[in-house]
C-alpha cells in the first residue's frame, strides 16, 4: 500500500509529463501484480468499490476525535480525505507488524456488504499509515485527481514495454483489472492478449498540419478535401449488440451521449466527428456542443436541446470485413452507402470541398461557411487507414488563428525547468468607457514565446511586480505603463466563469508588443464581437 | 487576565497570592509590544524590539535581533547572532551555562535545551514560587545537530504551537531522506534543490544525508556557508560541502544535492541547475496544498517544531498547571488543553513568523 501511496503523492506534485512516465514505469518495473494492475485501475478510473461511500468520513472521524479539533483541522487543510488521513487517530495497539498491500485493500473494500462497509473503512485506516490512510481513501471516494489521465497511464504501459501505444489502446477495452496478462506481455514473459471481446476500439488515424512549403510538393488532384469540423473526434463502434463511443484516445465516452449511441443499430465501426444539431438543418456552435462535453451523465432535456450527431467521414469495418486496408477512395464509397442506411438524423456523411488548386482551396479555407469550421482536410485518394500520425496521407490545414493585442496582468512562476521564471500570463483588454477604461482579464497563456523572449518578460515582471500572492505577481499595467502581448487563440466560447464573459479557446503568445503603448491594446467589444458571429 | 470559566487549576485563587506571598504568573511574565516582559527581573525573552536586557533563546532571527544593550544567551546562540549580525550586534553578552541558575534582580533563571537548532534553549524563570518555562521553539524528534529536549517540570509552560493542529505529525526525518535519495536516483540527470532555512533545518538536512551514508559532496547557496562552517567547528560532521558556483557549466550538477534557502529558488538563481526538482525541507509539507502552490514538487516533512503528538506529549510532561500557547494556531492547542483539564490561554505575541520553519 505504501508505494502505491508513494506513486500518488509524487505523481499530485509533478508537473512533468516526463516525469510521470518516469515514476509510472518505475512503480510498474518495481510492483508485482496484481498490485501494480489495480494501481492501474485505479488511475484509469476502473476500479469500483461501491459499498463504501464518502459521506461515511465524516461520520466516522468524529466518532474518534474532538469535533472541534476536527473542524479546526478541516478549515485549515480544506480537503476531507487528506484531513482525515492526517488527523485519524492511531491506535497502538491495533497496528499490526506490515502494512496492507494494495491487493489485499481492495478486495477487503471490494467484499464489503453495505452494512460493514463502514466498518471495513475503519479497520483498513487503523492499519495503516498517513500516506497509505490517505490513498486508501481516495480509492473510496474514486476520482484521484492525480493529474495522470487514462492515456498518460497507457503511454506508460508503452514506454514500460516498449511497445506502440496505439497497441495498448486496441487491446485496452478487452482487459480488465489487474491486467496480469498485459503486464506478462509487456515484460516478454507471454504472448500478447488475445482480444476476444466485441466492440473494441481502434486506434485513430491522425493528420499532420500543413508546414510552409509543404502544398507546392503535392499534386491537387492526389487529395481529397473536407471542411474540418471543430467538434470531438468520436468512433462508434457497434458489434454483438454492443455499442460504443470512443474518444480520440479509445476512452469509452457511450455514457455521455445515450442518444446517438441509441441510433447505432448497426454492425461497423465508423469514424467521424461528434456534433450538436441536426444535421439536415442545422450544426450547433461549439458552444452548444460544449453543454454536452465532460459529463458522465446527461438529462433528457439536454438531450433535446442540443441532440448529438455524428458527422461520418470513415469507416473502418463493416459487419465482419476489416476495411482499413482499402484506399480511402474506395471505403469513402463504401461510407456513402453506408450512411445512407443510418437515421439521418443523427448520421450524415462529411461532405467534400471541391477545389480546382490549392490557392482555391486557401480562399475556402480562410473563409469557411460555417463557425464551427476551423479549416480543411486533406486526404490522400489511396490512403490506407493506418493507426497513428503517418507523415503524407491526411493534412489538417487550419484557418488562421484569430489575435488580440492584451495588456500582461499577472504573471505566475512555472514549473520544472521554468520554476525560477514567471511563465505564466494572465492578459486582460480594455474596458468601461472614456476615463473610466479598466482592464479585464481574458485569459491566460504560457507558451508561444522563445527562451529569450522568456528571459525579457520574466526581467519585466520582477522590475514591474506591484503586488506578490505567492507564487503570483501583479504587474504594473495601467493606461501608461504595461507590456502588451499579442494573443493568438482559435476561438471564444461564451463563459460565465470569468468577469469579461468569455473564454478563448487555446490562448499563446505570439508576438511580444514592446512598441505599443498599452491604452493601444483592444478592447472587450472587439472580442464580443467576435462571439456574436 | 485569568478567564473565569478556567477551575481546572489547583493553585489557591489568585487573589490571595500577595497573602500567600506566591507571585501570580502574569505578574512574573507577560506580554509587550516589545516581547515577554518580566518585571521583577526586568529583562525580556526574545524581544522584537531593541530593549535594555534581552534573553534570546535560540539564533533564528525573528527571536534573536541585533541593537539591544545586553544579551543572556547559550554560547553557540550568542555565536551565531555574531556570525549573522557582526560581533557588535548587543553592547555586552553573557553566556548562560545549560542547567546553571543565574539570577538577575532577585528572579532566578536558568537555560535547558529545547532541540530546535544549535544552542537553542528554553528558559525557565522562578520567582516567589513560581516557576515559568518559556519553551522559545522546541521539537522532540531526534536531531543530532542540537541537543535533545529536557522537559522542566513548571507551574505554567508556555509552549510554541506553530504545528498546533492535530493534521501536523511529522513523520521520522529518515523517512523523508530516504524519499530524498530514491529521487535522487530515480532522476539521475536532475539536480535536487532542496530549501532549507539556514540555520539549522539546512546543517541537519546535510547531516541526515550523510547519516544516510550519501558521501558525494553537497552543493550549498552561499548563504549557508559560514553557519554550516560553524556547525562543523561544534563538532557537528557535515562532510564535503562545496559552494553551487557554475564552473563547467549546468552537467556539473546532474544528479546533485544542492541545499539552499527556500527562497534561493525561486530566485535567478536557481536557472544555473539541470531540470531541477525542487524540493522543501519543512513540517508545512505536511499539507499538499501548501506543496503545490510553492511548485515543490518532492516535499520533505522535516521540521525543527514540535508537531501535534509531541506537543501535547510535552505539555502533560512539564506537569504544568497552565499552558499559555503563542505563535502558531494557538485555538487548537488550547481546546486540547481545556478537553484534558488543563487550564490554558492564548499569548498573543507580536512579531514572530508564523511560517517560520
Known amino acids: ?533 | 487576565m485569568r478567564e473565569s470559566a478556567v477551575t481546572y487549576n489547583r493553585l489557591p485563587a489568585p487573589e490571595l497570592y500577595p497573602i500567600l506571598g506566591i507571585m501570580r504568573a502574569s505578574d512574573l511574565l507577560h506580554p509587550r509590544p516589545e516581547g515577554l516582559y518580566c518585571p521583577p527581573g526586568d529583562f525580556f525573552i526574545d524581544p522584537v524590539r531593541p530593549v535594555n536586557r534581552a534573553l534570546i533563546t535560540h539564533g533564528h532571527s525573528d527571536h534573536a535581533r541585533s541593537g539591544h544593550r545586553s544579551v543572556l544567551a547559550t554560547q553557540q546562540t550568542l555565536d551565531i547572532m555574531g556570525l549573522r549580525y557582526g560581533e557588535n550586534f548587543a553592547d555586552t553578552t553573557q553566556a548562560a551555562q545549560l542547567g546553571e541558575t543565574i539570577v538577575l534582580d532577585g528572579v532566578s533563571i536558568s537555560f535547558h535545551p529545547a532541540g530546535h537548532v544549535l544552542g537553542s534553549a528554553q528558559i525557565a524563570v522562578e520567582h516567589q514560587g513560581t516557576r515559568i518555562v518559556a519553551s522559545g521553539d522546541y521539537k522532540r524528534q531526534k536531531d543530532a545537530t542540537c541537543a535533545p529536549f529536557e522537559p522542566i517540570q513548571c507551574d505554567v509552560f508556555i509552549t510554541e504551537a506553530t504545528f498546533g493542529l492535530p493534521v501536523f505529525r511529522h513523520p521520522p526525518d529518515t523517512e523523508e531522506i530516504a524519499r530524498l535519495l530514491k529521487s535522487a536516483a530515480q532522476f539521475p540527470e536532475r539536480s535536487h534543490l532542496v530549501g532549507a532555512y539556514a540555520l539549522g533545518k539546512a546543517q541537519r538536512v546535510m547531516r541526515l544525508l550523510r547519516d544516510a551514508g550519501y558521501d558525494r559532496p553537497i552543493y550549498i547557496h552561499g548563504a549557508l556557508e559560514r553557519l554550516s562552517e560553524y556547525y562543523q567547528t561544534q563538532g557537528i560532521d557535515l562532510g564535503t560541502l562545496e559552494p553551487a558556483t557554475v564552473e563547467g557549466g549546468k552537467q556539473d550538477f546532474a544528479g546533485a544535492v544542492v541545499v539552499g534557502p527556500p527562497s534561493a529558488f525561486a530566485d535567478r538563481w536557481a536557472r544555473r541547475f539541470p531540470d531541477p526538482i525542487s524540493c522543501f525541507a519543512s513540517g508545512w509539507m505536511r499539507i499538499r496544498q501548501r506543496a503545490k502552490q510553492g511548485g515543490v514538487e518532492l516535499p520533505l516533512i522535516i521540521s525543527d517544531h514540535a508537531d501535534w503528538d509531541e506537543l501535547t506529549a510535552t505539555i502533560k510532561e512539564t506537569g504544568a498547571e497552565e499552558i499559555w500557547v503563542t505563535h502558531g494556531r494557538e485555538e487548537a492547542l488550547v481546546r486540547w488543553c481545556e478537553l484534558e483539564g488543563i487550564a490554558a490561554r492564548p499569548l498573543h505575541l507580536v512579531g514572530y513568523e508564523d511560517e517560520g520553519d
Open chain 1, 1 to 533: 500500500m505504501n508505494r502505491f501511496a508513494e506513486l500518488l503523492d509524487r505523481l499530485v506534485l509533478t508537473p512533468s509529463r516526463n516525469g510521470k512516465l518516469t515514476l509510472l514505469t518505475d512503480y510498474f518495473r518495481s510492483v508485482g501484480d496484481p498490485d501494480r494492475g489495480l494501481a492501474l485501475a485505479a488511475i484509469t478510473g476502473d476500479l469500483n468499490i461501491a459499498a463504501v461511500k464518502p459521506a461515511m468520513l465524516r461520520t466516522l472521524v468524529t466518532e474518534r476525535m474532538d469535533p472541534v479539533l476536527f473542524g479546526y483541522s478541516y478549515d485549515y487543510v480544506g480537503d476531507l480525505a487528506e484531513t482525515v488521513s492526517l488527523v485519524w487517530p492511531q491506535t497502538p495497539g491495533n497496528i499490526p507488524n506490515r502494512e496492507p498491500t494494495l491487493g489485499e485493500v481492495v478486495a477487503k473494500l471490494q467484499a464489503a456488504s453495505r452494512s460493514d462497509g463502514p466498518k471495513v473503512l475503519a479497520g483498513l485506516l487503523d492499519s495503516a499509515g498517513i500516506s497509505a490512510r490517505f490513498a486508501i481513501i481516495k480509492l473510496v471516494t474514486g476520482g484521484l485527481r492525480i493529474g495522470v489521465s487514462a492515456r498518460l497511464a497507457k503511454q506508460a504501459l508503452a514506454d514500460f514495454g516498449k511497445v506502440d501505444v496505439t497497441e495498448i489502446e486496441e487491446l485496452w477495452h478487452g482487459l480488465s483489472p489487474p491486467y496480469t496478462a498485459l503486464f506478462a506481455w509487456l515484460e516478454g514473459k507471454a504472448e500478447k492478449p488475445r482480444n476476444s471481446a466485441m466492440a473494441l476500439f481502434r486506434p485513430v488515424m491522425l493528420s499532420n498540419p500543413v508546414g510552409d512549403g509543404d502544398l507546392e510538393k503535392l499534386d491537387p488532384a492526389d487529395y481529397a478535401a473536407e471542411w474540418k469540423w471543430d467538434g470531438i473526434r468520436v468512433q462508434a463502434v457497434a458489434e454483438g449488440g454492443i455499442r460504443r463511443l470512443y474518444s480520440r484516445t479509445g476512452d469509452d465516452v457511450s455514457g455521455a451521449f445515450p442518444d446517438l449511441a441509441g441510433a447505432m443499430d448497426f454492425s461497423a465501426t465508423l469514424d467521424g466527428e461528434l456534433l450538436v444539431g441536426d444535421p439536415r438543418q442545422a450544426t450547433g456552435t461549439f458552444s452548444d456542443l460544449q453543454q454536452r462535453l465532460n459529463r458522465k451523465t446527461v438529462t433528457p432535456k439536454l438531450q433535446q436541446q442540443y441532440p448529438a450527431f455524428m458527422r461520418c467521414y470513415d469507416v473502418l469495418q463493416i459487419g465482419d470485413e476489416d476495411l482499413r486496408a482499402l484506399p480511402f477512395r474506395e471505403r469513402r464509397g463504401r461510407l456513402e452507402t453506408f450512411v445512407g442506411t443510418l437515421d439521418p438524423s443523427r448520421f450524415d456523411l462529411s461532405p467534400f470541398v471541391d477545389f480546382a488548386d490549392w490557392q482555391a482551396l486557401e480562399e475556402l479555407r480562410r473563409a469557411p461557411p460555417h463557425p464551427i469550421i476551423e479549416g480543411v482536410m486533406l486526404k490522400r485518394w489511396d490512403s490506407p487507414y493506418v493507426a497513428g500520425r503517418p507523415k503524407g496521407p491526411w493534412f489538417k490545414w487550419k484557418r488562421d488563428p484569430h489575435t488580440v493585442d492584451a495588456v500582461l496582468m499577472y504573471a505566475q512562476r512555472g514549473h520544472g525547468k521554468r520554476s525560477s521564471f514567471y511563465s505564466d500570463y494572465t492578459f486582460g483588454v480594455w474596458s468601461g468607457g472614456e476615463g473610466e477604461e479598466e482592464l479585464v482579464p481574458v485569459g491566460k497563456a504560457y507558451f508561444g514565446f522563445t527562451d529569450e523572449e522568456l528571459k525579457q518578460i520574466d526581467k519585466y515582471v520582477r522590475d514591474n511586480t506591484v503586488e506578490r500572492f505567492g507564487p503570483v505577481r501583479s504587474v504594473r499595467a495601467d493606461r501608461d505603463n504595461g507590456l502588451v502581448l499579442e494573443v493568438a487563440f482559435e476561438g471564444l466560447n461564451r463563459s460565465t466563469r470569468h468577469k469579461s464573459g468569455v473564454a478563448m479557446r487555446f490562448p499563446r503568445i505570439s508576438r511580444l508588443r514592446w512598441d505599443k503603448p498599452a491604452n493601444e491594446a483592444d478592447r472587450i467589444e472587439t472580442l464580443q464581437a467576435l462571439l456574436d458571429r
